[in-house]
């Protein structure tokens, strides 16, 4: 069976701290996305990439940065945490192709809280 | 601008009485169309789609939705609700036009059980 794992479930972080989020796939999937889930918001992208160390810019890209070295990993920074970037952040992995025809696939989720 | 919209927040059904969750989109062409579910605690998972063809699509756990090309409406429908149902459902649209790939997820529809 197909998986996406998020290395942390929970993560309690300080105001400024950078903060690393870090995303695996198992399915070798080019395309990789991190979203941010707030109540009453939805889903909104912050990054994505379809191809090892290649990126693009999502709905809501301020305050992050990603990376992506290997193609089963995609990692998400908080390059100097702050108390509005406290939220539920989903990581998903789809196949070649264009995103738009690509059924995704999620990890768990890490809620990520900043004091 | 393409939109998804899911008009009910919040939806509360008894268990064993039918469920339709409604989905509307705005865009000028014939998208692609997803429904995924989130259990609590948990990442998304798709339970259908519609490309192309029959405008009834099955999907996994007993759901079903009808694509309405008039209405711009994709509704999951389901004949009798479990109380392992109770999740939030979120239907997504994949836009492919003028240099656009992209998934839009709606915001949302948290669905109660009764007992």
């Known amino acids: 069976d197909v998986k996406v794992t998020q290395s942390s479930r929970y993560l309690v972080k300080r105001t400024g701290e950078k903060v690393f989020l870090e995303c695996v796939q198992d399915m070798d999937h080019e395309n990789m996305f991190w979203y941010r889930q707030d109540p009453g918001l939805g889903l909104r992208l912050i990054y994505f990439s379809y191809d090892v160390k290649m990126k693009e810019k999502g709905d809501i890209p301020e305050g992050y940065s990603v990376s992506r070295e290997k193609k089963e990993r995609f990692s998400l920074i908080l390059e100097s945490a702050s108390t509005n970037q406290t939220s539920m952040y989903l990581c998903a992995s789809s196949s070649v192709g264009p995103y738009s025809n690509q059924p995704q696939h999620f990890g768990d989720g890490t809620r990520l809280s900043i004091l | 601008a393409q939109s998804v919209t899911q008009p009910d927040i919040h939806i509360t059904v008894s268990e064993g009485a039918s469920l339709e969750l409604r989905c509307n989109y705005s865009?000028?062409?014939?998208?692609?169309l997803f429904w995924y579910v989130q259990s609590p605690g948990q990442g998304l998972q798709l339970l259908l789609k519609?490309?192309?063809?029959?405008?009834l699509v099955q999907g996994i756990k007993g759901f079903e939705a009808e694509f309405k090309r008039s209405q711009s409406s994709f509704n999951l429908r389901k004949p009798s609700v479990h109380w392992s149902d109770a999740a939030e459902y979120f239907c997504a649209v994949g836009v492919f036009a003028n240099r656009d790939d992209k998934i839009i997820f709606g915001k949302g529809t948290r669905l109660h059980i009764l007992p």
């Open positions: 865009y000028g062409a014939t998208p692609y």
């Open positions: 519609y490309f192309s063809g029959d405008t």
